[in-house]
């Protein structure tokens, strides 16, 4: 009896683990831009936290983020949940046309960081100023 009570024992904490165990690493569906200007852009992405209490934050730079040092924005909390969020940031101060390179990185808190593809984006460049318009003394005339 002691013998088949412990396989039975056994038994439920072998099923018991693959559950906790399969609580998968958060999953970055997208990333994208937005708003951007000659000096500034918002940065998404769409993060699964995947039931679990999720940091996200974005790396951007002049080179690939996985190659070469790049900034970061803040590490932010994102809430556990099933189902995917958008998230974003705002960045600022950068040159005006510009391409830049950013990502997206998740990472739960005893887990390594998911990281997204390397992505482009460029800033505008200011408008040119061209002076005077040569017809203006006959448009007030």
């Not at 559950?19 to 500034?40: E, G, H, M, R, V």
């Not at 803040?74 to 600022?92: C, I, K, N, Y």
Request: glycine share 6%; charged share 15%; aromatic share 6%.
């Amino acid at each position: 009896m002691k013998k088949s009570l412990t396989l039975l024992l056994t038994a439920a904490a072998i099923a018991a683990a693959p559950a906790a165990a399969q609580a998968a690493s958060p999953t970055i569906l997208s990333t994208s831009t937005s708003a951007t200007t000659t000096d500034s852009v918002v940065l998404e992405a769409e993060i699964n936290p995947q039931g679990k209490a999720t940091k996200y934050r974005f790396e951007y730079g002049p080179a690939d983020c996985a190659a070469s040092p790049c900034e970061s924005t803040p590490e932010l909390q994102l809430a556990s949940g099933g189902s995917p969020v958008t998230v974003s940031a705002s960045v600022g101060g950068l040159d005006p046309g510009t391409t830049y390179h950013f990502r997206a990185i998740a990472t739960h808190k005893e887990e390594a960081a998911v990281k997204s593809p390397d992505r482009l984006f460029a800033t505008y460049l200011p408008p040119q100023s061209f002076g005077p318009c040569p017809n203006d003394q006959l448009r007030t005339e």
